[in-house]
């Protein structure tokens, strides 16, 4: 059977830039001359209207007083916190280092919260006296909670994070349902919670986080769902109302071929039911909804220049200055069970009608440096500019910099 070419998956069409002769146009400045201005190749940007229009279209769709919170480890550049912070109602953080880029880009500390397992004793010492609410994963942070807490005169703010009895299916990363590290299993809350009344703690609520790059609205529909009525059960065993009902997000982005944009609608108006049940539910509790790469993912670009083109057996290679080092994700190596091409383009010449297969690696010496694999792209010289899409999360913070000693890139905000 002959398999031809319009039959094979796709990428989603990368249309959130536009192009000027040829080029790609971020932060209302062609490439070429955005590259000259960064100064130096490779470089990571992160175009501000994108960031501004993504979060308003979420607005949109979301109901009134449901919170909308920045996951700001998928993009920790400070410029790009400072921007989101000015934009959403919380930053969610998972170390004391997030935590002090967050204050610093002038979050308010009452609108942070703070997630992860293994917190350490100096940064719940941190998080209390900054007035954040901490998201709980353990009896041991009550414990250590409770002494901080007494120390300091300041009763710790905390949520309970909870490993839920189910799972977000289809998901990329699943971090709920099943034995995990994170959270308190929902058979132990009862315990728990009795715990954090006993020790004085300022209890505000509950976080469920099941998963992550989710491109099914109707699996994050019930996630959502279940995560809303375990927190009802859950909330007749707390020691104090829930303010805060943190249902997670795991909302993805279309990375490879044959995946389709996350149809945000359905999603909206399931929120909408769940709000308007919270209203009399749990009266006194903000939803929210915490997201990393689908606020910052689609916005940011990996730019690279071709250092070389080779041919090996009749095979083509592009040879950039980027690689793996910077932009783990897109070689495959960052949580991808089987490597599939990120979409990929030659950034100053998009629309080129002459196109050829090439695969695009980079300068390390490792058969695992490589953008591309074999992909159709616009024939390309040295000096041209490689541009990978959809990097504006677990880009550059995600990435082993120091690997094989090459530079490390920039980052801008454009
Ligand atoms: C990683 C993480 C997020 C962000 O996930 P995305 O897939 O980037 O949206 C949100 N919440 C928690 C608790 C996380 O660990």
């Known amino acids: 059977m002959s398999v031809t070419e319009h039959q094979l998956p796709v990428h989603a069409p990368m249309n959130q830039f536009s192009v000027s002769d040829g080029e790609l146009v971020l932060g209302g400045e062609r490439l070429s001359l955005l590259a000259a201005r960064v100064g130096q190749t490779p470089f990571y940007a992160y175009d501000r209207s994108l960031l501004r229009a993504r979060v308003a279209e979420l607005r949109d769709v979301l109901p009134k007083g449901v919170k909308l919170h920045y996951a700001m480890k998928a993009n920790p550049m400070p410029a790009v916190v400072g921007f989101m912070a000015g934009l959403v109602d919380g930053i969610d953080v998972a170390s004391a280092g997030e935590l002090k880029v967050a ?82 299993d929902v058979e132990q809350m009862p315990t728990l919670l009795a715990d954090i009344g006993r020790a004085g703690l300022a209890f505000e609520g509950f976080h469920l986080f099941a998963g992550s790059q989710n491109l099914r609205s109707e699996s994050i529909c019930e996630a959502q769902q279940k995560s809303f009525e375990l927190a009802l059960r859950l909330a007749q065993d707390a020691p104090a109302p829930v303010r805060f009902l943190n249902l997670g997000g795991g909302f993805g982005i279309p990375y490879f071929p044959g995946e ?82 990120y979409p990929v383009t030659i950034g100053n010449k998009v629309d080129s009608p002459e196109k050829e297969t090439a695969s695009v690696v980079g300068p390390l010496c490792t058969p695992l440096d490589l953008l591309a694999d074999r992909m159709t792209l616009p024939v390309a010289r040295v000096g041209d500019l490689v541009v990978v899409y959809q990097s504006g999360a677990y880009g550059a913070s995600a990435s082993p910099q120091g690997f094989l000693g090459h530079p490390v890139c920039l980052e801008v905000l454009v």
Do not use: C
């Open 103 to 184: 204050l610093d880009a002038g979050a308010n500390p009452l609108e942070v919260s703070f997630a992860g397992p293994g917190k350490r004793d100096a940064e719940l010492r941190q998080a209390v006296a900054s007035r954040v609410l901490i998201n709980v994963e353990s009896f041991r942070e009550v414990v250590a909670l409770e002494a901080i807490s007494s120390e300091l005169g300041l009763p710790a703010r905390v949520a309970v994070r909870v490993n839920p009895d189910f799972e977000l299916k289809g998901s990329g990363m699943k971090m709920g349902g099943g034995p995990k590290q994170f959270g308190v």
């Open 260 to 341: 389709q944009r996350l149809d945000l609608g359905p999603i909206g108006d399931n929120l909408a039911r769940l709000a308007q049940r919270a209203q009399a539910e749990l009266p006194e509790a903000s939803l929210v909804v915490e997201l990393g790469r689908y606020l910052v993912g689609e916005a940011g670009v990996y730019v690279a220049r071709l250092v070389d083109r080779k041919i090996s057996r009749g095979q083509v290679y592009l040879v950039t200055d980027g690689g793996l080092h910077h932009h783990l994700s897109a070689s495959g190596n960052f949580g991808q069970v089987i490597r599939k091409n």
